[in-house]
C-alpha cells in the first residue's frame, strides 16, 4: 500500500545484487572462507575440482553483469532522475487533502492513520477549525499524512519520477516524511513516532509562550546581533528564560528565527533600526528548532530507539547538517538533535543539487500542502527548480 517502491536499478543496487544470485543459487566466496577449506579442498575427488571450477566459471560471469549493471546505471541521464522534497509543519491549511480523495490509495493512507491515531485526522484537515489544526499535536500529522497522500497521486500519474527518485529530504517534520518515504521508517510506527514529537513539543510550547518568524534583510544585516539585541530585551523584562536564535536556514537573506514572545515583538517594532525588510510570524506556536524545545528530546529519542530503523533505499539529506544520512546508526543518533537544531534547507538544497558545470539537474517534486519549498529552490538554485512540480495536498 504505502510506498510500495518498485525495484529499480537506480537505488535498489544492493537488492538486485542478492535477488541475481538468489536466483542463480550461488554464493559468492570469501578470501577467508577459501583459506578455511584450503586443506578440505584438497582432499576432494576430480570430479569435485571440476564442479569447483564450473561454480567460479558461473560467479564470475555473474560478476561481470554486475559489472555491467554497475556502468548502465553511471549513464543513466541526470534528466531521468528525480528528487523528492516534503513540507513541514506551518503549510497546513484548512481544506487540505480534499482534491486527494479521488485517489483510492490516498483515502487508505488516512484510513490507516485514523486507525492508528484513534480520531478522524481526515476530518481535520478537511474542516478544521483553523485553530485546532494549527496546535502542533494535530499540525505535524496532518501535515505528514497529506504529503503521503500527494505522493500517491504522484504514483498515480507519473510511477516513473517514483522509479527513478534518487534523493529526498523534508523540511523539519518533513523529515520523518521522507524516511517513511525511503523505506526507513514504517509508516504506522511513524505516526507514532510523529505523535510523541508532536505532544513533547506542543507541551515545551505551553511551558513558555514562544514563536517563530520569517525575515528578509540585507547584506548589511547581521542576524545574530539582532538576536542577541532581542533576548537581551527580554532578560531586562523579566522573561524567565530569554531566547532568540536562528531556527531555519531559508535561502540567502531570508532566514527564520524563533523565540520568546518578548523578543520576537521586540524585533517588529523596532526592524527598520535593526535593518530589517520584512518580518513575517508563521502559523505555529512555539520557538521550534531552538534549545527552548529541549525538553521534547528525550521522549522523541525514546521512541525512536524503540523502534526497527532500516537503511534507506535512498538518500535522505538530514536537517542538522544538510549531508545524507550514512545509515540507520546514524538516523537513530542524530534525528533526535534536529528538534533543537536549526534547519539547514539551504545548505541541504546546495549539496542535493551539486554537480559539474553542464550535468543536467534532476526533476523535483515537492509533495505535500503549499509550494514553499520550490519557491525557495528557486532562491537557491533556480536553473534546478525551472523542471521542479508541486504535487500539492
Known sequence: MLVQRSVTANFLFKTRITNIFENYGVRLCTQNA??????????????????????????????????????????????????????????????????????????????????????????????????????????????????????????????????????????????????VFAGALPFDKALHLVQVRANAMQAACDAMPSGMALILYGPDTHVGTVCAKAQQWSLERG????????????????????????????????????????????????AFHTPLMKSAVEPFARALKNMYIKEPIIRVYSNVDGKPYRNATHILRQLPNQIVSPVKWEQTMHLMYERRQGVDFPRTFECGPGKGLKQILDKVNAKAATTAVNVEA
Not at 490509495?105 to 478522524?120: C, T, W
Not at 523578543?263 to 527598520?272: G, P
Open 34 to 179: 577459501g583459506d578455511m577449506s584450503s586443506n578440505a579442498t584438497q582432499q576432494t575427488s576430480q570430479a569435485d575440482s571440476n564442479n569447483t571450477n564450473s561454480q567460479k566459471r558461473s560467479q564470475m560471469h555473474l560478476y561481470n553483469a554486475l559489472v555491467d549493471d554497475t556502468q548502465e546505471r553511471r549513464a543513466i541521464n541526470p534528466k531521468n532522475t528525480t528528487i523528492t522534497l516534503f513540507p513541514g509543519q506551518g503549510a497546513q491549511y484548512v481544506g487540505m487533502a480534499e482534491k486527494l480523495m479521488r485517489f483510492p490509495s490516498a483515502r487508505s493512507i488516512f484510513k490507516l492513520a485514523n486507525e492508528v491515531l484513534g480520531y478522524d485526522l481526515l476530518k481535520i484537515c478537511l474542516e478544521g477549525p483553523r485553530d485546532k489544526l494549527n496546535r502542533t499535536e494535530y499540525a505535524q500529522l496532518a501535515v505528514m499524512v497529506s504529503s503521503l497522500a500527494a505522493l500517491e497521486q504522484l504514483r498515480e500519474e507519473r510511477p516513473q519520477a517514483i522509479d527513478n527518485c534518487v534523493a529526498t529530504a523534508g523540511f523539519s517534520l518533513g523529515e520523518i516524511t521522507a524516511l
Open 239 to 286: 522573561v524567565e528564560t530569554p531566547y532568540c536564535g536562528i531556527a531555519n536556514y531559508m535561502y540567502p537573506h531570508c532566514k527564520v528565527i524563533a523565540g520568546d514572545l518578548e523578543a520576537l515583538q521586540y524585533i517588529e517594532v523596532n526592524a527598520k533600526e535593526l535593518k530589517i525588510k520584512r518580518m513575517k510570524r508563521l502559523q505555529v506556536n512555539g
